[in-house]
């Protein structure tokens, strides 16, 4: 069933036009990743979503309810976490995750202090103390310590330590346990491949691939490294086989997806001694789509 739909969106600022009609569809429970560079269009989706910005043409809707016109129903059942986070100065951390929860009509005290613990954050300093990471670990802890239904987090580990993104990875891997939603929009490439069971790809306000990662792997090239007893032969003449290297019997190249059964099947021949094969990272693909490189 789909918690987040979006249908056809467009939307301009003046002569720029950030949205080119979008369409993509989040499932119940699944964790759905939004990658592309700034400036992709990335957050203006998010606000389209959120009811904050009115969409020129088509539509967005969250449980099935327009994202404009029904945007305080929506809200009630959301997350959001912004890319940017700001804070009353005069308040301390505790005090406006508690003003969140609050909102919200909640008062999990033992998640909140869990997720204090988890995120090392000091609750009782002001938050015009706080360093850009530790402004962020307020508006995650605020979010994650809702019972919403769907979580929409823009560019969530902004500003945040690698030990603190591997917390907050666990935190999303516990979410989808819990049959919840994720929309999670981001640039890190390695924190959505982690994360996501299906993942947009957004260029200059179009979609241009949407997918798995093993739907969007057969767009790019195998890395295969083998030893062999016999020297191959006519390998480098093969369909499919490029940028080869040999040495001492030992062969570095790729390969296209496509072609792997045959390939494979071809080299046997030749007493195969160690074989690896590593599929595309969404690094990679990224790539492909963004700088036009071959792999």
Same mark, same amino acid.
């Given at each position: 069933?789909?918690?987040?739909? !979006?249908?056809?969106?467009?939307?301009?600022?003046?002569?720029?036009?950030?949205?080119? *009609?979008?369409?993509?569809?989040?499932?119940?429970?699944?964790?759905?990743?939004?990658?592309?560079?700034?400036?992709?269009? %990335?957050? +203006?989706?998010?606000?389209?979503?959120?009811?904050?910005?009115?969409?020129?043409?088509?539509?967005?809707?969250?449980? *099935?309810?327009?994202? $404009?016109?029904?945007?305080?129903?929506?809200?009630?059942?959301?997350?959001?976490?912004?890319?940017? !986070?700001?804070? $009353?100065?005069?308040?301390?951390?505790?005090?406006?995750?508690?003003?969140?929860? =609050?909102?919200?009509?909640?008062? =999990?005290?033992?998640?909140?202090?869990? @997720?204090?613990?988890? /995120?090392?954050?000091?609750?009782?300093?002001?938050?015009?103390?706080?360093?850009?990471?530790?402004?962020?670990?307020?508006?995650?802890?605020?979010?994650?310590?809702? #019972?919403?239904?769907?979580?929409?987090? #823009?560019?969530? +580990?902004?500003?945040? #330590?690698?030990?603190?993104?591997?917390?907050?990875?666990?935190?999303? /891997?516990?979410?989808?346990?819990?049959?919840?939603? !994720? /929309?999670?929009?981001?640039?890190?490439?390695?924190?959505?491949?982690?994360?996501?069971?299906?993942?947009?790809?957004?260029?200059?306000?179009?979609?241009?691939?949407?997918?798995?990662?093993?739907?969007?792997?057969?767009?790019?090239?195998?890395?295969? %490294?083998?030893? +062999?007893?016999?020297?191959?032969?006519?390998?480098?003449?093969?369909?499919? !086989?490029?940028?080869?290297?040999?040495?001492? @019997?030992?062969?570095?190249?790729?390969? #296209?997806?496509?072609?792997?059964?045959?390939?494979?099947?071809?080299?046997?021949?030749?007493?195969?001694?160690?074989?690896?094969? +590593?599929?595309?990272?969404?690094?990679?693909?990224?790539?492909?789509?963004?700088?036009? %490189?071959?792999?």
């Amino acid at each position: 069933m789909s918690i987040l739909k !979006v249908i056809n969106l467009k939307k301009s600022y003046g002569k720029v036009q950030a949205l080119k *009609g979008i369409n993509f569809e989040v499932e119940s429970g699944e964790v759905y990743g939004f990658i592309g560079p700034n400036g992709a269009g %990335k957050t +203006t989706t998010i606000r389209t979503i959120l009811g904050i910005l009115k969409a020129d043409e088509g539509k967005s809707e969250v449980f *099935g309810l327009d994202a $404009w016109n029904d945007a305080v129903d929506i809200h009630k059942r959301i997350a959001y976490v912004p890319g940017e !986070v700001n804070l $009353w100065p005069n308040l301390t951390g505790g005090e406006v995750i508690d003003f969140y929860m =609050n909102l919200r009509g909640e008062n =999990n005290q033992e998640r909140k202090s869990e @997720l204090i613990e988890m /995120f090392d954050l000091d609750p009782t300093k002001k938050c015009r103390s706080y360093s850009k990471g530790n402004r962020q670990k307020v508006a995650l802890i605020s979010a994650l310590a809702s #019972d919403a239904e769907l979580f929409i987090l #823009d560019e969530p +580990t902004s500003g945040l #330590d690698p030990l603190m993104e591997k917390t907050f990875q666990q935190c999303i /891997f516990d979410l989808k346990k819990a049959g919840k939603s !994720v /929309f999670l929009s981001s640039h890190i490439l390695s924190e959505v491949e982690k994360l996501c069971d299906r993942l947009s790809i957004i260029r200059e306000g179009e979609i241009i691939e949407s997918g798995s990662l093993d739907d969007l792997r057969h767009l790019t090239r195998t890395n295969i %490294k083998l030893k +062999t007893k016999k020297a191959i032969e006519g390998l480098s003449e093969l369909d499919g !086989v490029y940028d080869l290297h040999e040495e001492d @019997l030992f062969y570095q190249f790729q390969i #296209d997806t496509d072609e792997f059964s045959k390939i494979i099947k071809y080299v046997s021949k030749f007493e195969v001694l160690k074989l690896e094969s +590593t599929p595309p990272t969404l690094e990679e693909l990224f790539l492909i789509h963004y700088e036009g %490189k071959s792999k």
